[in-house]
């Protein structure tokens, strides 16, 4: 991807079609190699984004989904205990029985085996400690995989808003010098560099530090001429015509003050399920079996059906007349 | 070093634009301004979008920062352009060409097509031709922001309601016609600082384009963006305060258990779930005139607590007070709400001012009993008891029977206990009280009410 129009083409052919910001900051995150930190409501489509840059790029994508309490053993990388506790084990009985070689893949043999990265300081082999520290005992976790990856890879930390402070500061290691320090092992720095994307609802304020290292890119709902190319994008038979129509209906219901508002990916669903519903039009009777799939909080089914059902032509009656 | 690349002159002018963008307070580091210019230097700076959306990308970080930083960029990069101009004496041939022949009904039509088919440069054009239609009348008063409004009064452009639909092309909306007044504006400052040859003086950003905006003949909608970023924010609370382990217990059952993976030795510890802290709010709302302007965004903020706190009461206060939960609950729907309240909370007895002596009177009598140590209180009002005894006293043990009081007060700080206002009487019995008059304020409330921290004294 050489400039930003290329760019907006080449996530169009990934089936993602981004406004101007969008692809302009694409475009950045990979020439400047910095994180892009993207926010937005709920489904207008942050993380497609990022699985769009995937497809584009030919990267493989590696995604971290972030929760409450998720911490470094989760994301970074954690010790294997269970089989360090098995190697202790036997080699224990080994060495009790007066046995010759010791079960463990100890490290001096591993000579094929890559050490972790460049930046790597070495132990003299002493003890136990050393031989059970090892690659062969490490569990990689995303982030360390991403880093760690031989190829490079496009890595997604969806809805970092959902963790807590303090990993937000561990993520900052990662997101400026691409490395990680383990304390037994020494510094992994990647070898290639990953394109990050950050993703969140902005349900809380995230640190100056970690948005200091980012750029930003904030995604609202789309233009109705936007969100029509969208829907025929991912329903290609449906009719011009429904299709307009249809992104009008949902673009009045997202003015509404609702607990949800329809997204993008539930204007899709819409309009597969008129597809296969075979409806030609919006009018009421298909408004109100369908509004389901666009609408999905009691109170807000209530409210949708007063205001938005009202005002879509009922066919029976005006046949009667 | 980080001028390479870039046009000789551009990267000091980049640095002034940062510098104003300090000034209007975004956050800009050093760190900010490094990564623009390598953005810059990315993109052809020679498309205006490019360049815009990389210097926004890499320097504004939220949602605000960014609306700031497209009010500057505009006023910036035009000034600049104009002073540039002025300095070389360049002029524009005849601006007012073509502005004789149009009628104001014919304007005002093409004016509409435009802004519903989205065309800015043909706005642009339009803005021009209005301007000198309206400048060969004689009407200009001179002042930018006076004829703005006159020539959009003239051409009749006005904002409609979704539901009247006029059969007179299409509808505009009231983002439609600030766009237009956008160009408008900007034409006519052109025009004056051609004709006066000098740049007017730079001023910062009025705060009234960040202070919320209250009164109710202003946006409805801009209140409700404020308010849903607030509903969002309080719908994660509970979940920000399970994450934390460090106050957590160990939960030695569980732990027990664990261990028998590993052969008795307990080698992960668990943990005692923490429940979130659900609090007890009561909110108590002043909906007199002298808070007019304020009471509809508070009965927003009061409407969107509602959403997120099962446990909420609200009471509207006048003269008396009366308890609205009822409605809030049953009503989706603000505009309703507002109404119902006026209608039926029957808080005004006679003169229509605020008697706060009173109010507490009542509160206590209805609700005292039920207040305990989880409870919160949070009063909005400005503390105007229009001369009448303020009961101090009994606000005061109303607080000491809650576990946590907070006054919002919609008036700036440097009001406080000017003329009528009893401020400092109440304030000695709350936990804290805030000034609330734009978003910020009302932020630094929820994460106040979210995270149980009381704010640095500032």
Redesign the interface.
């Known amino acids: 991807m050489e ?2 129009a290329e760019t907006k083409r080449a996530l169009e052919s990934a089936g993602y079609l981004a406004d ?2 969008a692809a ?2 694409a ?2 995150a990979q ?2 190699g ?1 994180p892009v ?1 993207v ?1 937005g409501p709920a489904g207008v489509g942050k993380t497609e984004l990022a699985k769009a840059i995937s497809r584009a790029t030919g990267r493989e994508l590696i995604r971290l989904q972030c929760y ?2 998720l911490d470094e053993a989760k994301a970074l990388y954690e010790w294997n ?2 089989k360090q ?1 098995l190697s202790i084990q036997a080699r224990a009985a080994t060495e009790a029985s007066g046995g010759a070689d010791p079960v463990g893949p100890g490290r001096e043999a591993g000579s094929g085996a890559d050490p972790v990265g460049p930046g790597r300081e070495a132990e003299e082999p002493t003890g136990i400690g050393s031989q059970i520290f090892t690659e062969d005992f490490l569990l990689t976790r995303p982030l360390m995989q991403a880093i760690a990856s031989t190829e490079p890879v496009v890595l997604l930390i969806d809805e970092i ?4 402070q303090e990993f937000e500061a561990m993520l900052l290691e990662v997101l400026s010098d691409f490395q990680i320090s383990i304390p037994e092992l020494g510094v992994i720095e990647s070898r290639t560099h990953p394109i990050v994307v950050l993703t969140s ?5 995230l640190t ?1 530090a970690l ?8 995604l609202d709902y789309p ?1 109705i001429e936007r969100e029509m190319e969208i829907v025929r994008l991912h329903a290609p038979e449906l009719d011009a015509a429904l299709a307009r129509r249809l992104v009008e209906v949902i673009q009045m219901i997202r ?1 509404l ?1 609702l ?1 949800k508002p329809p997204s993008i990916a539930e204007s899709v669903d819409w309009a597969r399920a008129l597809l296969l519903l075979g409806a030609e039009d919006i009018d009421r009777s298909v408004f109100e079996q369908t509004m389901s799939i666009i609408v999905k909080h009691r ?1 807000d089914i ?2 949708v059906a007063e205001r938005v059902g009202v005002k879509l032509g009922a066919p029976e009656e005006i046949e009667a007349r | 070093m980080s001028g390479e690349g870039l046009p000789p002159g551009l990267a000091p002018r980049l640095v002034a634009f940062f510098e104003e963008l300090r000034a209007e307070d975004v ?1 800009v ?1 050093t ?2 301004i490094l ?1 623009a210019f ?2 810059v230097r ?3 700076w020679t ?1 205006p ?2 360049f815009r ?2 210097l ?3 320097v ?4 605000d920062d ?1 609306r700031i930083f497209d009010l500057v960029f505009d006023r910036y990069f035009f000034r600049a352009a104009e002073a540039e101009a002025v300095d070389r004496e360049l002029r524009e041939g005849d601006r007012s060409a073509g502005g004789e022949r149009l009628d104001p009904e014919q304007l005002r039509d093409a004016i509409r097509e435009a802004i519903a088919a ?1 065309r800015e440069s043909e706005l642009r054009d339009l803005a021009r031709l209005a301007i000198a239609a309206f400048g060969r009348r004689g009407q200009g008063s001179g002042v930018v922001g006076v004829d703005v409004q006159r020539i959009r009064r003239t051409l009749g452009l006005q904002p409609q309601a ?1 539901g009247d639909q006029r059969d007179d092309g299409p509808p505009i909306d009231r983002e439609g016609i600030n766009r237009f007044e956008r160009h408008l504006r900007r034409e006519l400052e052109r025009g004056l600082i051609e004709r006066t040859e000098k740049l007017p003086p730079s001023r910062p950003l009025a705060e009234l384009d960040r202070t919320l905006p209250t009164s109710p003949t202003q946006d409805l909608a801009a209140v ?1 963006r404020a308010v849903a ?1 607030l509903k ?2 309080l ?2 609370l509970g ?2 305060q ?4 460090r106050n957590s217990v160990v939960d030695v059952r569980k732990t027990m258990r664990a261990s028998l993976e ?1 052969g008795g030795v307990p ?1 992960y510890l668990r943990y005692r779930a923490k429940r979130p802290r659900r609090p007890e709010i009561i909110v108590l709302c002043d909906v007199s005139t002298s808070v007019t302007s304020a009471s509809v965004f508070f009965l927003s903020v009061l409407h969107a607590l509602h ?1 997120s706190f099962r446990k909420l009461r609200s009471f509207v206060f006048i003269e008396r007070i009366s308890e609205v939960t009822e409605i809030f609950e049953r009503e ?3 505009r309703q709400i507002s109404q119902r309240v006026s209608r039926e909370g029957g808080v005004a007895d006679i003169s229509g001012y605020t008697d706060y002596g009173r109010v507490w009177r009542e509160f206590a009598e209805e609700v005292g009993d039920e207040l305990h140590p989880r409870s919160t209180v949070i009063v909005l009002g400005d503390a105007r008891t229009n001369g009448r005894e303020p009961h101090a006293e009994i606000f005061g043990q109303i607080a000491a029977r809650s576990g946590r009081t907070f006054w919002l007060n919609p008036e700036p700080k440097l009001y406080w206990n000017y003329g009528d206002s009893v401020m400092s009487a109440y304030e000695r019995h709350c936990t804290a009280a805030f000034e609330c008059w734009t978003t910020r304020h009302l ?1 630094d409330f929820v994460n106040v009410v979210a995270g149980g921290r009381l704010p640095e004294p500032t």
Do not use: I
Not at chain 2, 242 to 245: A, K
């Open positions: 400039s930003v101007e910001p302009l900051v475009y950045l020439t400047l910095k930190l926010e409450e309490g205990y269970r506790l808003d959902k963790t807590d609802n902005n349900s809380r304020e100056e948005k200091r290292r980012c750029l930003y890119l904030w233009e003015q003050d607990k109170t209530d409210l | 956050a580091g760190s900010e990564d390598e953005a990315a993109v052809p498309e979008a490019d959306e990389a926004g990308a890499t504004a970080k939220s949602q960014r989205g979704p409700h970023q969002r924010r719908a994660t979940h920000e399970r994450g934390r382990r590993t080698m959403d989706r729907d603000f932020e």
